[in-house]
């Protein structure tokens, strides 16, 4: 019971991450302008900080869909099955292509490489996480054919 409850907060924080997401969508130049006024940056990393959002947001929006995918499975009762692992598959796939953006931005913007960083870490998090899950449904499909 109390697992079912964790998964589905994590359901509701993935869907309030995915609002989330969308409003930034719409309000990316203004924020980003509201950060350089802040922070006194200059005019000309206006465009590399915009592109780089936009560059990212299909991806952390696939990224999101998947971990509500991944998690309704789980609320299903469906953990430890192929598809989950294809889903953590291009989880850190999407994150792998989000670390070569940051990476690719931070020579526009330093402050970029702690992303780069944070993002690599991640992905080696879900790749760990995808090879359990993947050793687990072998082995759950050996236990299955035992008699």
């Known amino acids: 019971m109390k697992k079912d409850r964790s998964t589905l907060t994590s359901l509701i924080c993935v869907i309030l991450f995915g609002v989330a997401l969308l409003a930034i969508a719409f309000t ?61 598959r291009a989880i850190s796939i999407f994150l792998f292509i989000a670390t070569l953006i940051f990476f690719v931005s931070s020579f526009y913007m330093p402050s970029f490489w702690l992303l780069t960083v944070c993002a690599a870490f991640m992905v080696l998090i879900v790749r760990v996480v995808k090879n359990c899950f993947a050793a687990a449904v072998i082995l759950k499909d050996e236990n299955e054919l035992t008699i």
């Open 28 to 88: 990316a130049p203004m924020l980003t302008r509201m950060f350089m006024d802040f922070f006194n940056r200059p005019e000309t990393v206006f465009v590399p900080i915009v592109a780089t959002f936009y560059s990212i947001f299909p991806f952390a929006a696939a990224v999101l869909g998947c971990l509500g995918v991944l998690l309704t499975n789980i609320i299903g009762g469906k953990v430890f099955i192929r598809q989950n692992v294809a889903l953590l």
